[in-house]
């Protein structure tokens, strides 16, 4: 049964919002690419922005349907929302802050209850100015999860923790989610995200949905194919893990990679590589040692420049390399479309992922 039926549009200049898709009582990912235009989508599911035209309806309530002119307020439609910004309020305390969406003689009750499930026990009285990052988004994730919505929507809430820090409170986040029930989109461009937190992600793009997707599909053999070249964002591979010489390499048919885990893992897996972590290589200058494990030579076969941004596509290793940068980037070495690169990845910055990950913390 779905909880979330949405459908809407919206322009802004020359951008064009055009979204579709419907939630059910899970955890969804929206992932895409800067700009195409996910917090924008959340900022209307919430009714902080108003669509063009369209029809939004949750648990059979209809916030939206703009052929009978119904727009529910931001602040009756139930929702919950954690934004990057957080906005704690910065002259209440921890629990001033949970409490304050709250209603009746249990709400300071309550308010403790969430902070004690969320790992806060003793911290109260806190100021948001006297915790630490990670403690002010468990503040923010006690906050709009104590209501009780409807629905849940965070915007990277977590973009800015270290490694350690955003995998424990994405366990959080997840265990949280279920244990409440509560439908949750969750909009990210970390691949790890997707895996670790969703069990279903909508693709979207230049401002569309391009698909909705379990997230167990994705390791389709053919999925690189079908679902992430339509994306056209980010590198997908599929290969495996093998150990040589004590360090640990992803191996496709046509080339490899040296990757950092932390877990030994061993057998079929995939990669997702960021498109600003391909990084071009001057042929002359001596390469950086944190990249010289991994330099491949391609050709690039088509270039896109985009709002001050350089957007790459390079054939290499028998793949399609998605490579993005700033424009004012890489300008001694000329790049233009049927021009042979050297590029390269630095293990660290290669995401590997397994069909199991869900289940890897």
Known sequence: ??????????????????ISFELGEEIAALFGPSGAGKSLTLKILAGLDRPKEGRIVLNGRVLYDSASSVFVKACQRRIGLVFQELALFPHMTALENVAYGLKGPNKWKIARQWLDRVKLEGLYDRMPNQLSGGQRQRVALARALAPKPDLLLLDEPFSALDGPM???LRRELKKLSLESQTPTIYVTHDIEDVCSLASRVFLIRDGKTLASIDVDKLWDPHAQESIWH?????????GKIEEDGGSLYFKWDKGRLKVSCSRHLIGEASVFIHPNHVKLLYPDVPVDPELEANVIEGKIIEKIEI?????LYIKGSGIEWHAEYPGDSYLMLEIKEGQNVLFSIAPSKISLLTPCFNSVS
């Open 166 to 168: 955003r995998r424990a």
């Open 1 to 18: 049964m779905n909880c979330l039926e949405a459908s809407f549009s919206k322009d802004l200049g020359s951008f064009s919002l055009r």
């Open 230 to 238: 339509s994306l056209g964002w980010g590198t997908l591979i599929h």
């Open 307 to 311: 709002n001050g941004s350089v957007r």
